[in-house]
């Protein structure tokens, strides 16, 4: 059964201080790895696709990285508008070609 | 236009009231999903569809029935809900396979 877990459940950072959210998974066979920023009350908003291990994406402050074991969201200097909840989700070879298993979230808070 | 459209974005019904949620999507997309976001838990599948088929139902209770008419539009069916089927529920569409799936803004339900 695939699984993913995130951490911290919870980030509280000052503007412009950078750090880091980490995805841990397990499949049995990565079909895609994904990164949603989800803001409350809404849908979860499209960030990244990794595929293989050692790829990187950027998006503004944004840089998501990938191993065989997890996944790290970077995110660099950030500002308070980047405050949401940000979700991981794996969709595996091995079960349905469509499905997402998603992560609990982690919720980060950027104070001014 | 946005790419998936929900509604209506906030339902409070009854336990004996019936009532239909509807998604439809503009990014030719061929799979359409249902997922339940509760508090505090991960975001849950309940179908799959691809080209109109269901290809997963994820022991969803019959009191949930969904509908695909045509690969652009998604219907749930609700009837003799319970308050604990009270959540966001959310639609999302993707190209079949590996790509990654986009979600509408969700519907907001309370089951009194």
């Known amino acids: 059964e695939d699984q993913v877990t995130q951490s911290p459940e919870a980030l509280r950072l000052q503007e412009g201080e950078s750090s880091s959210l980490n995805c841990s998974y397990t499949?049995?066979?990565?079909?895609?790895l994904f990164w949603y920023r989800q803001d409350p009350g809404k849908g979860p908003e499209f960030l990244f696709t990794l595929y293989s291990a050692g790829e990187e994406k950027e998006k503004e402050r944004l840089k998501a990285t990938l191993t065989k074991k997890e996944s790290f969201l970077h995110i660099t200097a950030p500002k308070p508008e980047d405050s949401a909840t940000y979700l991981c989700?794996?969709?595996?070879?091995?079960?349905?070609?469509?499905?997402?298993?998603f992560g609990e979230g982690t919720q980060l808070t950027v104070n001014p | 236009e946005t790419g998936v459209t929900q509604t209506p974005r906030h339902l409070v019904m009854g336990m004996t009231n019936k009532k239909s949620l509807k998604c439809e999507q503009h990014?030719?997309?061929?799979?359409m999903y249902w997922y339940k976001q509760s508090a505090k838990k991960p975001l849950e599948l309940m179908f799959v569809y691809n080209f109109k088929e269901q290809t997963e139902n994820n022991s969803v209770p019959s009191r949930f029935s969904p509908e695909c008419p045509n690969s652009s539009h998604l219907f749930l069916h609700l009837h003799t809900l319970q308050p604990e089927d009270s959540a966001l529920y959310l639609c999302a569409s993707s190209h079949r396979g590996n790509t990654e799936a986009f979600f509408g803004q969700g519907t907001r339900l309370t089951v009194v």
């Open positions: 990014l030719g997309h061929n799979a």
């Open positions: 499949v049995s066979g990565l079909r895609g």
């Open positions: 989700a794996v969709r595996s070879l091995e079960t349905s070609g469509s499905r997402l298993t």
